[in-house]
């Protein structure tokens, strides 16, 4: 049968009509909104091992029998740590998203893209009236410290970051680079001196060694490990356990508002970046026994939220086919940092807020939630 063209017309349209004004279904967002944590944290120990990425834990949990103290946290998460203009990020503009909050262009320190100043977790928990603390394995102003301290527009600027030190308030610091301070070049401050005449107890390395320093609670604590960089643990350096350890202790007490401590495993990177399989694995070990130490702490405390990330990963670290238990076949595939998500764990109160796949930026978001702050 044939259907005259103008009855198909007339079928068609009242059919266009319907399907018009039908509403569109709409897609529920995944939310995205933070659950705020039912106890609130009061301290927080924030340890980022530098260039410590999965192959990094991995070689390091199968050099030592299949056994890391990481294994005892239960929140675990996964962060994307490009820099603002460079998917492959270092440890400036890394150490900024995560201290500050903003994403930055490599090479930048405590500023956004902009260069503006961008508040770190350290200054607002120094304006609240708690107590914090620096413990690194690097020089105080190496690029990871100095993202909590200091604003400048260059890693490079060390000078400048040292005196940014003066301008806070830290109140328990150890780490080397006592030259930026004591030795200068831009100018004949001594800001070893300068931190004693603000109230701080100041020793290094050339007077006393961590385990036999004594401390005055009410006073601010500064101790110098180097003159530049500190050694390698397999080169006899071991005071980042017992620094951090101490560090947690004394901020506990120096000051009843709650802490802030950053650790950091700073040479894991250094391995990685020397290709040395085994210089990475030894400073992996020493940061995985300083990681069980202070989830100790924590578990006893009981208000103290603790989160182990890394920057990014350092050296395009394999561990190859071959490989058996205590005897892996690791190789490098470059000198410089990769661009792989790098894992976060966390403990305590709040830790569930850093479960999930997000920004480095949202580490900062995420223990200012956990602290109440927002
Ligand atoms: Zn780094
Ligand atoms: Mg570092």
């Keep these: 049968m044939r259907i005259p063209f103008v009855w198909i017309l007339i079928l068609l349209i009242p059919c266009a009509a319907f399907a018009q004004p039908r509403a569109k279904k709409e897609k529920k967002p995944i939310a995205t909104e933070l659950n705020t944590p039912s106890r609130r944290a009061k301290n927080v ?42 998917l492959i990020t270092d440890s400036a503009a890394a150490g900024t998203a995560i201290a500050c909050g903003v994403k930055t262009k490599v090479g930048a320190i405590g500023v956004g893209k902009d260069n503006k100043p961008a508040k770190s977790l350290m200054e607002e928990a120094e304006a609240r009236g708690m107590a914090t603390g620096i413990v690194v394995t690097s020089s105080l102003v190496d690029a990871t410290p100095s993202a909590f301290v200091a604003h400048v527009p260059s890693r490079d600027q060390k000078e400048d970051i040292a005196k940014s030190y003066l301008e806070l308030d830290i109140d328990f610091l150890v780490g080397g680079g006592r030259k930026y301070f004591s030795q200068r070049q ?38 110098f490990t180097a003159e530049e960089d500190p050694g390698k643990f397999q080169d006899s350096r071991s005071y980042l356990l017992p620094a951090s350890r101490l560090g947690a202790v004394f901020l506990k007490s120096h000051n009843s508002k709650g802490f802030f401590l950053m650790v950091e495993g700073s040479q894991i990177d250094w391995g990685g970046r020397a290709n040395d399989a085994s210089y990475v694995v030894t400073e992996l070990l020493e940061f995985d026994r300083v990681i069980g130490s202070l989830l100790e702490f924590a578990i006893e405390d009981g208000e103290t939220l603790i989160i182990v990330t890394a920057d990014h990963e350092t050296g395009g670290l394999a561990i190859n086919p071959g490989s058996q238990m205590n005897n892996l076949l690791t190789e490098f595939n470059t000198n410089a940092h990769t661009g792989v998500m790098v894992p976060v764990f966390a403990y305590g109160p709040g830790a569930e807020l850093f479960s999930g796949m997000y920004d480095n930026t949202e580490i900062n978001r995420r223990i200012r939630k956990a602290l109440g702050w927002e």
């Design 45 to 86: 120990i924030l340890l980022i091992g530098d260039g410590m990425g999965l192959t990094q834990i991995s070689a390091g949990l199968y050099n030592n029998n299949n056994a890391l103290s990481l294994e005892k946290f239960r929140s675990t998460g996964l962060q994307k740590n490009y820099a603002s203009d460079d």
């Design 186 to 223: 831009s100018d004949a401050r001594d800001l070893a001196r300068e931190l004693e005449e603000k109230g701080y107890v100041v020793s290094d390395y050339t007077e006393s060694e961590i385990p036999k320093v004594t401390l005055d609670l009410k006073k601010n604590f500064a101790f």
